[in-house]
Nanobody, 126 residues
């Protein structure tokens, strides 16, 4: 049973930075692939960033490419999301999630992810 706990959310002004962390229990890179999602107010959950299985290359949604960086510390079972140049439209509840690395489909499709954290709020003021 994989358990995920997010932290690091808060309020920042547009153009600022924030780093989110997700502590992962029972993490194995060969079996569970980690990613970040978000739910803006009044909108559907959307993918943000994750890793490809195999070579573990990062993959980003177009909306955050060049501004956000996903990374992980396998020894400490933690995944991070560094968010720079934040915009008001980045305001959302951010979730970390884990999928089976063998699942087939779009890599940021929420239905591929079996385990979810409870979320952390990020608010960007204009």
């Amino acid at each position: 049973q994989v358990q995920l706990v997010e932290s690091g959310g808060g309020s920042v002004q547009a153009g600022g930075s924030l780093r989110l962390s997700c502590a992962v229990s029972k993490y194995t890179s060969s079996s569970n692939c980690l990613g970040w999602f978000r739910r803006p107010p009044g909108k559907e959950r959307e993918g943000v960033a994750t890793f490809f299985s195999g070579d573990s290359r990062p993959y980003y949604a177009d909306s955050v490419k060049g501004r956000f960086t996903i990374s992980r510390d396998n020894a400490e079972s933690t995944v991070y999301l560094q968010m720079n140049s934040l915009k008001p439209e980045d305001t959302a509840i951010y979730y970390c999630a884990a999928r089976s690395c063998g699942a087939s489909g779009y890599i940021l499709h929420p239905n591929l992810y079996n385990y979810w954290g409870r979320g952390t709020q990020v608010t960007v003021s204009s």
